[in-house]
């Protein structure tokens, strides 16, 4: 999938994000997020490995690094 395909999947409504060079649809995942649906939501288009392999924060002042098994 191209960034302008990716792009225009977001803008038709599609709930995906890139983790790893991955295009993953969150969908259903959104509801079962161990961390809240609002978390996955703010993520919505965007490259969140940053976040997902623990190199940043986003609001909550701790760094997460995510399980073996979140892998």
Do not use: W
């Not at 977001?10 to 978390?39: C, M, Q, S, T």
């Amino acid at each position: 999938m191209s960034r302008r395909e990716f792009d225009q999947a977001i803008l038709d409504g599609e709930k995906y994000l890139i983790v790893d060079n991955l295009v993953l649809d969150v969908k259903e995942f959104i509801r079962a997020h161990p961390g809240g649906k609002f978390v996955i939501g703010r993520c919505i288009g965007l490259d969140i490995s940053k976040y997902f392999f623990g190199g940043y924060e986003m609001e909550s002042g701790t760094v997460h690094s995510h399980s073996y098994y979140a892998k």
